[in-house]
């Protein structure tokens, strides 16, 4: 069997976070060919200043960097809106100071936060919850047609888990994430994420809108 193809990740959260869990499944499941080598800076703000040193380091062993993060933080401030082509500028400039060459690097901002993608698949979400509030039915759980659009999707799933598990089990993303992520059978639903979409096609090389 041939080498898997290393590529490094930079992410935002901490060693073994939710969005390296994650990222870490869809990229098995969509090319089987490549491996992760990830490295976490705990933060936003540590990502777009740290990254250009930690992708250097990656380089070393690695074809290409692909470097994720959310567009709003862990936090939201109030009455400020996150800027994409702001945080695309530092992050090259982060690159560039330390001599990288843009086009061995793919910048991957979902849109909101991570959950953006869980929801785009209700039946994962139906199911989760279904295993731990069997015997009983789970209540209709919305299909939305632009998960990037959707506001708060961490919110949007703790409701839901309000909703149909009261206060007995809270969404935890460290906890809850991957199996969520896990029980995603294809991409259809997810094919309504153009976030997701980049990923498919600019990490993994799969291009879901052809299929």
């Known amino acids: 069997m041939a080498d898997k193809k290393k590529i490094g990740f930079i992410f935002e959260c901490g060693r073994e976070g939710p969005d390296v869990l994650v990222l870490r499944h869809f990229l098995t499941k969509l090319n089987p060919n490549f491996e992760m080598i990830p490295r976490t800076l ?15 380091l990656l380089l070393s062993e690695c074809s290409r960097i692909v470097i994720v993060w959310d567009l709003f933080p862990a936090w939201r401030e109030k009455g400020k809106k996150p800027c994409r082509h702001d945080d695309r500028k530092n992050i090259f400039a982060s690159l560039k100071a330390h001599g990288l060459s843009i ?10 936060e991570l959950e953006s993608w869980l929801i785009a698949d209700d039946r994962a979400i139906q199911m989760f919850i279904a295993s731990k509030k ?26 839901l888990f309000n909703q149909e598990l009261g206060q007995s089990i809270r969404y935890e993303d460290r906890k809850h994430a991957l199996p969520i992520a896990e029980l995603i059978r294809d991409f ?16 993994a090389g799969v291009n879901l809108t052809k299929q």
């Open 42 to 56: 705990d933060n936003k703000r540590r990502l777009i200043e740290e990254c250009g040193p930690v992708a250097k």
């Open 103 to 112: 086009e061995k690097v793919t910048l991957v901002c979902i849109e909101e």
């Open 134 to 159: 069997a015997p009983h039915p789970v209540g209709r759980i919305p299909k939305l047609k632009d998960p990037d659009r959707t506001s708060n999707p961490k919110t949007r799933i703790t409701k």
């Open 188 to 203: 259809k639903r997810l094919r309504r994420s153009k976030c997701f979409c980049r990923f498919a096609l600019k990490v």
